[in-house]
């Protein structure tokens, strides 16, 4: 499975940007897909997941801003994200899922076989 993180880029705080990752090399309706982000000189985070099925789960600090969804057609998984805040600043990177079975710890990275690179955004006071 290969991903492709785009979208992201230099915003003001409280703007918004749609980020998006294309999957290619498997059926994209079997995978379950997670955002994660990595801020400068902190450890990798998770942010939001979306299951096969279109379960979805959030990190409670954004779960109010950051709505993630999936269009199988477009082999794609987008991570919307609102009302942005300095903090929020980091490189944001998708993940899928193969495993057979349900998704039942969205937020652990060990969940997830596949990683893309990923996008930049950064939010500016």
């Known amino acids: 499975v290969q991903l492709q993180a785009s979208g992201g880029g230099l915003v003001q705080a409280g703007g918004s940007l749609r980020l998006s990752c294309a999957a290619s090399g498997r059926a994209f309706r079997t995978l379950d897909m997670g955002w994660f982000r990595q801020a400068p000189g902190k450890e990798r985070a998770y942010v939001a997941a979306i299951s096969r099925y279109g379960s979805t789960y959030y990190e409670d600090s954004v779960k109010e801003r950051f709505t993630i969804s999936r269009d199988n057609a477009k082999n794609t998984v987008y991570l919307q994200v609102n009302n942005l805040k300095p903090e929020d600043t980091a490189v944001y990177s998708c993940?899928?899922?193969?495993?057979?079975?349900?998704?039942?710890?969205?937020?652990?990275?060990?969940?997830?076989?596949?990683w893309g690179r990923g996008t930049l955004v950064t939010v500016s006071s």
């Open positions: 993940a899928a899922r193969t495993a057979y079975g349900l998704l039942s710890q969205p937020s652990q990275p060990s969940e997830y076989d596949y």
